[in-house]
């Protein structure tokens, strides 16, 4: 139930950036659209599809959790774990980083990309092993 409810507020929230970034996009607003604030632009993006997409797939890991066939209660926690944290480090990251850009390049939160796309890995690692059909299926 717990990546359920994470899911749907996840996409709300990531919903609602996407509806701000189309509104900077349709108000013109230069400290968005202008050349130089492209980098912040692109990070943006990345921040509210990454957040989307991890937020369905929060909904689809707590809409089928119950079902996995294998695997230990204490590698389902760590797999459950490891997406509700990529789900707010990886977009965070593309987030945090397009705040403050330094000459065509993404600001230092940028770095917590690569440690949300680890989490996911591990994650969907441990959902796919959990996977597994029981003896004779």
Excluded at 63 to 91: D, E, K, N, Q, Y
């Amino acid at each position: 139930m717990r990546h359920l409810r994470f899911g749907w507020w996840a996409l709300l929230v990531f919903l609602l950036l996407g509806l701000v970034l189309e509104a900077l996009h349709g108000f013109k607003v230069g400290w968005y659209l202008e050349i130089a604030n492209g980098p912040r632009r692109f990070a943006w993006t990345l921040a509210h599809a990454h957040g989307t997409l991890l937020a369905v797939i929060n909904l689809i890991f707590g809409g089928t959790m119950h079902r996995l066939p294998s695997g230990s209660p204490r590698v389902r926690w760590f797999a459950s774990a490891c997406l509700l944290s990529a789900t707010v480090i990886l977009p965070g990251g593309f987030f945090l980083g397009g705040l403050d850009p330094h000459q065509g390049d993404p600001g230092i939160g940028i770095f917590l990309v690569p440690v949300g796309g680890a989490l996911l890995a591990a994650a969907v690692l441990l959902i796919a092993l959990s996977c597994r059909p029981r003896g004779g299926e």
